[in-house]
């Protein structure tokens, strides 16, 4: 196992156009988050998976996102009809329950909307 | 609500110069974790920590955590071109998700 696995390392899309990105935790990780980072932030939470369970999801996230993790294994976020505003870094990150909660991160989706 | 706030936003200093970060909380916080991001990539974890006061040290790495546990600090003796990056504290927000400060990012002058 190598680490958390993003994919694609890049999507550039047309505004109003619906993108999906894919998340591989590592294997024995049964907690999962998405992240969004814009230039100069830091990352802001956007939704966290419990096995194949979404415990949390962020006011940030409108009801054109949806993410999913149907087997507890991978995850997949879905953006749909994107924005310019969309344009950002997603970043995926897993971590051990009962540890101390240090996360994981996968090397990111960047997406630009043009 | 909650915020993680982190100062300063850029520092510029000679190699082998120190540099320091500072993360101030608006709340109490549980534990702080700090992450490193290097140009182009993505956050790693550095340490996590949990009680009042504590000190832990990663080489030329110092991170305090205070006595009110609402602020942290990172100190880089010595600064080297493989600490160049951006450092960002993180805390607890509710059960599941971390609040991140806006980072403060380590340039080596030329």
């Known amino acids: 196992d190598t680490g958390v696995s993003q994919d694609p390392r890049h999507k550039i899309t047309k505004r109003g156009q619906n993108v999906t990105f894919r998340c591989d935790p590592i294997s024995e990780h049964n907690r999962l988050y998405w992240y969004r980072q814009t230039l100069g932030q830091g990352p802001e939470f956007l939704t966290y998976?419990?096995?194949?369970?979404?415990?949390?999801k962020s006011r940030l996230l409108s009801d054109r996102f949806s993410a999913e993790r149907p087997k507890g294994s991978f995850s997949t976020l879905e953006i749909q009809r994107t924005e310019q505003g969309d344009s950002a870094m997603y970043l995926c990150a897993s971590s051990l329950e009962g540890g101390l909660g240090s996360y994981t991160f996968g090397s990111g989706t960047r997406l630009t909307v043009v | 609500g909650q915020q993680v706030m982190q100062i300063p936003q850029y520092q510029h200093v000679q190699e082998g110069e120190d540099f320091t970060t500072y993360c101030n909380s608006s709340t109490t916080l549980s534990n702080i974790q700090w992450y490193k991001q290097r140009p182009g990539g993505h956050p790693v974890f550095l340490i996590q920590l949990v009680k009042s006061g504590e000190v832990k040290k990663q080489k030329r790495l110092t991170f305090q955590f205070g006595e009110a546990k609402k602020n942290s600090s990172l100190h880089i003796t010595a600064t080297q071109t493989t600490d160049v990056g951006t450092y960002f504290c993180a805390g607890p927000r509710g059960n599941y998700q971390l609040i991140w400060g806006a980072g403060t990012k380590l340039i080596i002058k030329p």
């Open positions: 998976f419990q096995n194949e369970a979404q415990l949390e």
